[in-house]
Nanobody
Framework: QVQLVESGGGYVQPGGYLRLSCAAS????????MGWYRQAPGKQRELVATITSGGGTNYVDSVKGRFTISRDNAKNTVSLQMRTLKPEDTAVYYCNAKLSTYYGVDAYWGQGTQVTVSS
């Protein structure tokens, strides 16, 4: 079982900065992939960024060059630095953890944190 708790969401003007954090209840070094997803009103959940246990990262095209995902194994946290925020970044952001098992992939989700970008 993995519990994930997000923090750092809020209201920011376009061009602003926010840093989201996700605290895991287990050692993240044992988790294959951690990442951030988001869901805007009326839209499906989409991938924002992922980071593997080996440190490899992937980003959705719309955030490349603006967002940075990182992990701190000592603190069991994953962060998402969001720079030059745009109104279209407005969404509920969810922390995600994926673990590969013999039976398949187990996915865990946090409760989400709201990010609102508006003037």
């Amino acid at each position: 079982q993995v519990q994930l708790v997000e923090s750092g969401g809020g209201y920011v003007q376009p061009g602003g900065y926010l840093r989201l954090s996700c605290a895991a209840s287990v050692s993240i070094s044992s988790i294959n992939t951690m990442g951030w997803y988001r869901q805007a009103p009326g839209k499906q959940r989409e991938l924002v960024a992922t980071i593997t246990s080996g440190g490899g990262t992937n980003y959705v095209d719309s955030v490349k060059g603006r967002f940075t995902i990182s992990r701190d194994n000592a603190k069991n946290t994953v962060s998402l630095q969001m720079r030059t925020l745009k109104p279209e970044d407005t969404a509920v952001y969810y922390c995600n953890a994926k673990l590969s098992t013999y039976y398949g992939v187990d996915a865990y989700w946090g409760q989400g944190t709201q990010v609102t970008v508006s003037s």
